[in-house]
C-alpha cells in the first residue's frame, strides 16, 4: 500500500504535464491557423507576381509557395526597411506592419510548393557545381538539398520552381554583395568565386528540379 501511494502523486504529476504539454500544442496550432488564414488575407496582392497559394508562372517572379516563414519574413522585413531593394516589392512591403510580415510568411510557408513548368535540358556543370561543388566552392546541395527542396528548420529556402534568370540575377547579386537582409551573408562566400558560365550552368540545372 505504501509504494502504491507513494507513486500516486507522480502518476498525477504526469498526468498533469502531459494535458498541460498537449495544450500548449494545440494553443500553438491554433495560433498557426489563426496566423496562416490572416496571412492569406494580407497576401491577396501578392497573388498577381507569386501566383496563387504561392506558386508563379511567370518566370520574372519566384515561387515562395513552401518557403520557411523566417525566410520569408526575413525578406519582407528586408524589403520593408530598405536594405534589400526592389522597386516592385519596396512598395509592396512599406506598409506592412510586423505582425502582417509573421501571417503573410505563415501563410506561404503552409503553402505546397509545386513546379509549373520544369526544364527539359540542364547542364552537366551545373549538375557537378551543385551536388558536389569544386576547390573553393561549397556544394548547394548541402543547405538547399540534393533536389532544391531546401530546408525548412534551418531556414534555406527552396531553389526548386525558380526560373534560370531570376537563379541567375540572384546568384550575380550576392556576388557583388548587392542582396542583402537576412542572412545574405551566407552566400558571398560561396558564390564569390564563381564565374558567370557557372552561375548560368547552376541556374540551368536547378531550373530542371521537379
Known amino acids: 500500500m505504501k509504494t502504491a501511494t507513494r507513486s500516486m502523486p507522480h502518476r498525477g504529476r504526469f498526468t498533469t504535464g502531459?494535458?498541460?504539454?498537449?495544450?500548449?500544442?494545440?494553443?500553438a496550432a491554433q495560433a498557426d491557423e489563426a496566423s496562416v488564414k490572416a496571412g492569406r488575407e494580407a497576401a491577396q496582392a501578392c497573388a498577381a507576381c507569386h501566383g496563387d497559394n504561392g506558386n508563379s508562372n511567370n518566370p520574372a517572379f519566384p515561387s515562395i509557395a513552401g518557403q520557411p516563414a523566417g525566410y520569408l519574413a526575413t525578406q519582407l522585413r528586408a524589403y520593408r526597411d530598405g536594405t534589400r531593394e526592389n522597386a516592385i516589392m519596396s512598395g509592396q512591403a512599406a506598409n506592412l506592419s510586423d505582425e502582417q510580415i509573421r501571417d503573410i510568411a505563415a501563410?506561404?510557408?503552409?503553402?505546397?510548393?509545386?513546379?509549373?513548368?520544369?526544364?527539359?535540358?540542364?547542364?552537366?556543370?551545373?549538375?557537378?557545381?551543385?551536388?558536389?561543388?569544386?576547390?573553393?566552392?561549397?556544394?548547394?546541395?548541402?543547405?538547399?538539398?540534393?533536389?532544391?527542396r531546401g530546408n525548412q528548420p534551418a531556414g534555406f529556402?527552396?531553389?526548386?520552381?525558380?526560373?534560370?534568370?531570376?537563379?541567375?540575377?540572384?546568384?550575380?547579386?550576392?556576388?557583388?554583395?548587392?542582396?542583402?537582409?537576412?542572412?545574405?551573408e551566407v552566400m558571398y562566400p560561396v558564390v564569390a568565386d564563381l564565374s558567370d558560365e557557372e552561375i548560368e550552368a547552376l541556374a540551368a540545372h536547378i531550373?530542371?528540379?521537379e
Do not use: W
Request: glycine content about 14%; overall charge positive; charged content about 20%.
Open 18 to 27: 502531459l494535458i498541460l504539454g498537449l495544450s500548449l500544442v494545440a494553443g
Open 107 to 148: 501563410y506561404y510557408a503552409a503553402q505546397e510548393r509545386k513546379v509549373l513548368n520544369p526544364a527539359d535540358e540542364g547542364s552537366t556543370l551545373g549538375s557537378q557545381l551543385y551536388h558536389h561543388g569544386r576547390d573553393g566552392v561549397v556544394a548547394c546541395a548541402a543547405c538547399h538539398g540534393a533536389e532544391g
Open 157 to 184: 529556402p527552396a531553389m526548386r520552381g525558380l526560373s534560370p534568370d531570376y537563379t541567375a540575377q540572384s546568384l550575380k547579386d550576392y556576388r557583388r554583395q548587392a542582396r542583402k537582409g537576412g542572412k545574405a
Open 207 to 209: 531550373a530542371t528540379f
